[in-house]
């Protein structure tokens, strides 16, 4: 085999173990979120595919993960605010544009005040 192939063969493995392992501690974050060292250390034991990975490294990926959630929970809160805050402006902005019509026409704004 030429070193090329090799590279991909090497890469393709090892995207597939990282595509494992992600699956496996996304699994784990699906019931625990936060797992205690103990419970970072039995997981360690128990799955094989994370046997050559230090506990600091499950960690902090348990870290990015929660903050991760975090992010995507406040962007979607900030989306909802947002919409919320168009709606209003269009009203208000429909709300003055029929005052200022009325305005036009001499018609007395103060019933709408």
Same mark, same amino acid.
């Given at each position: 085999?030429? *070193?090329?192939? %090799?590279?991909?063969?090497?890469?393709?493995?090892? #995207?597939?173990?990282?595509?494992? *392992?992600?699956?496996?501690?996304? $699994?784990?974050?699906?019931?625990?979120?936060?797992?205690?060292? @103990?419970?970072?250390?039995?997981?360690? $034991?128990?799955?094989?595919? *994370?046997?050559?990975? /230090?506990?600091?490294?499950?960690?902090?990926?348990?870290?990015? $993960?929660?903050?991760? #959630?975090?992010? $995507?929970?406040?962007?979607?809160?900030?989306?909802?605010?947002?919409?919320? %805050? %168009?709606?209003?402006?269009? @009203?208000?902005? /429909? /709300?003055?544009? /029929?005052?200022?019509?009325?305005?036009?026409?001499?018609?007395?704004?103060?019933?709408?005040?």
């Amino acid at each position: 085999m030429n *070193l090329q192939l %090799l590279d991909i063969v090497h890469q393709s493995s090892f #995207d597939e173990i990282t595509q494992l *392992l992600i699956c496996e501690l996304e $699994r784990v974050y699906s019931y625990c979120p936060k797992p205690s060292s @103990l419970q970072r250390q039995q997981l360690i $034991r128990e799955c094989s595919i *994370l046997a050559n990975i /230090e506990p600091k490294q499950i960690k902090v990926w348990f870290q990015n $993960r929660r903050c991760r #959630d975090k992010q $995507r929970k406040v962007a979607s809160w900030l989306q909802t605010v947002n919409m919320k %805050l %168009l709606a209003m402006n269009k @009203l208000l902005l /429909e /709300e003055h544009g /029929e005052r200022c019509k009325l305005r036009l026409c001499g018609h007395n704004s103060s019933a709408f005040s």
